[in-house]
């Protein structure tokens, strides 16, 4: 059994704490927040966890086998190397940190003190990524070329950071989980339209060491919220919705027909859709596996996929789009 410390439970620490709590192989001892009216709502839902104002408690508690954090980010590194320093293994929501600098400190302390680090990229267990990853991995579109996503949706109230560190940490942790290499590199364009002072609306390109080229187009402009990812190789394309049901998420779309190269006078010429198939996506919910997949590598020693690696090169991007966007 692993003794789990949550320290946050804003938004999203909830919905960890649920997870964790569920997974028979987790125990939740101690969940922390600044806030009064948060602890008391998690009280109210699990009258067996013990609540905290202090997140020290839980960092010094000796039972506690791995830290949770899912605070605001600039918090993330202190907490993440406090934490591995008394022992503990640390999960820390997306982004993994603010800055590249201290992405690299997490990794490099998780890897001197042994600790495990997985970064809550949700979308690396979400079952239809896994149906992407396994057809690619197996063949189905041969050589791969090209990533094109777009994620759209309408922008928070109220807001810290640009669209592109709020959005684009999803996209990224899927392409380079997809093609299995990180960019050498990252050109982004952006502009602030309805939301003064920051970008909500931005294009990424980025080009990788094999060849391949990914473009992610990010926007907080539309209340419709759009998912679509596609994934073009020499055999055909993929084209995953996340919005659609299971048996339509993914589709593969093979090559297609063509006959208008070298055909003869009396040939109608006509190009179009060859074989279309759905792929099969098993279900499971994204954060189940992905708290699984965490205790799975704390009990192992074997990294999880969205370990702290991955994390930081996420990171990385996020401060060369920044970058490439103010021109510096």
């Not at 919910?285 to 996420?314: Q, R, Y």
């Amino acid at each position: 059994m692993v003794n789990i410390g949550v320290i946050g439970c804003g938004y999203w620490g909830p919905n960890l704490i649920r997870n964790f709590h569920q997974n028979p192989d987790s125990c939740v001892k101690k969940v922390s927040d600044l806030r009064e009216g948060r602890l008391e709502f998690i009280k109210g839902l699990y009258p067996d966890i013990e609540t905290v104002s202090d997140a020290s408690s839980i960092i010094n508690d000796a039972s506690i086998d791995a830290v949770v954090i899912a605070t605001p980010v600039v918090t993330h590194k202190d907490l993440a190397i406090q934490a591995m320093r008394s022992g503990k293994h640390v999960f820390i929501e997306k982004p993994m940190t603010e800055s590249t600098a201290s992405a690299i400190e997490i990794v490099e302390e998780a890897k001197k003190l042994n600790k495990i680090v997985a970064v809550g990229h949700i979308f690396q267990f979400a079952p239809a990524v896994t149906a992407l990853k396994r057809e690619i991995d197996n063949g189905t579109l041969g050589k791969v070329f090209h990533y094109s996503s777009q994620r759209i949706n309408l922008g928070p109230p109220k807001t810290t950071v640009d669209v592109v560190w709020d959005l684009a940490p999803h996209d990224l942790s899927i392409v380079l989980y997809l093609f299995n290499e990180f960019p050498h590199k990252v050109i982004a364009r952006g502009s602030s339209n309805l939301w003064e002072g920051y970008v909500d609306n931005a294009h990424i390109l980025l080009d990788f060491p094999s060849g391949k080229t990914a473009h992610i187009h990010l926007s907080w402009l539309s209340s419709k919220k759009t998912r679509r990812t596609l994934v073009f190789g020499e055999n055909g394309n993929f084209e995953y919705d996340e919005t659609l049901p299971d048996d339509k998420k993914v589709i593969f779309y093979d090559k297609g027909i063509d006959n208008r190269l070298n055909a003869k006078d009396n040939v109608a010429l006509k190009y179009g859709e060859g074989e279309v198939r759905p792929i099969e996506v098993i279900k499971g919910e994204p954060l189940a596996l992905e708290v699984g997949a965490f205790i799975t590598a704390i009990k192992t020693g074997v990294p999880s996929i969205n370990d702290g690696v991955i994390g930081m090169e996420v990171v990385k991007i996020l401060e060369q789009a920044t970058k490439s966007m103010i021109g510096k």
